[in-house]
T-cell receptor, first 111, second 112 residues
Framework: SQTIHQWPATLVQPVGSPLSLECTVE??????LYWYRQAAGRGLQLLFY??????ISSEVPQNLSASRPQDRQFILSSKKLLLSDSGFYLC??????????FGPGTRLTVT | GENVEQHPSTLSVQEGDSAVIKCTYS??????FPWYKQELGKGPQLIID?????GEKKDQRIAVTLNKTAKHFSLHITETQPEDSAVYFC???????????FGTGTRLKVLA
């Protein structure tokens, strides 16, 4: 069966510091991968999605970037964090059947 | 592009009663509508979905209905239990892509 991992689970970073969040999927090949952000008590904002290695689509211009160095690995990065980058970051995967499955999330607090 | 609206934003029901959450969508080409349950501090969990060639789908106490003409779909939870308390999100597929457009969420509270 398929499993999705995210780490770290929680992170506290100062303003201006770099960021790297990692997501990996097991048990499937060539998944579509997604990064979402959820502000406290709010909905899900799609940040990036990828349909293959090295193929990244950005949905919202901002202080973040994404990379997909391997088929089942998706990384969210920032060179310099802003206070507004705080939130709950969720990775998800899907195949061509449409269903998206979410990971456990990373709670990021920028201080 | 697709736009999805969800109502109500909060819903309180007595244990054992039914709960209904409604969503409307704008893109008539959308063909896939999932529902997610999110518990505090966790990632959303897919609980049921429906495709545009089906009008209703049931899974035990949960059902989803779709009205393509009116462009709305609803989640029905019967015999609610305290563990049904969570935030529920609807979504619609963005036609021609593998993206979803999510509703803004409904916080369901089941009162014991």
């Amino acid at each position: 069966s398929q499993t999705i991992h995210q780490w770290p689970a929680t992170l506290v970073q100062p303003v201006g510091s770099p960021l790297s969040l990692e997501c990996t999927v097991e048990g499937t090949s060539n998944p579509n991968l997604y990064w979402y952000r959820q502000a406290a008590g709010r909905g899900l904002q799609l940040l990036f999605y990828s349909v293959g290695i090295g193929q990244i689509s950005s949905e919202v211009p901002q202080n973040l970037s994404a990379s997909r160095p391997q088929d089942r690995q998706f990384i969210l990065s920032s060179k310099k964090l802003l206070l507004s980058d705080s939130g709950f970051y969720l990775c998800a995967w899907s195949l061509i059947s449409y269903e998206q499955y979410f990971g456990p999330g990373t709670r990021l607090t920028v201080t | 592009g697709e736009n999805v609206e969800q109502h109500p934003s909060t819903l309180s029901v007595q244990e054992g009663d039914s709960a209904v959450i409604k969503c409307t969508y704008s893109d008539s080409a959308s063909n896939y509508f999932p529902w997610y349950k999110q518990e505090l501090g966790k990632g959303p969990q897919l609980i049921i979905d429906i495709r545009s060639n089906v009008g209703e789908k049931k899974d035990q106490r949960i059902a989803v209905t779709l009205n393509k003409t009116a462009k709305h779909f609803s989640l029905h939870i019967t015999e609610t239990q305290p563990e049904d308390s969570a935030v529920y999100f609807c979504a619609g597929s963005d036609s021609g892509t593998y993206k979803y457009i999510f509703g803004t969420g409904t916080r369901l509270k089941v009162l014991a």
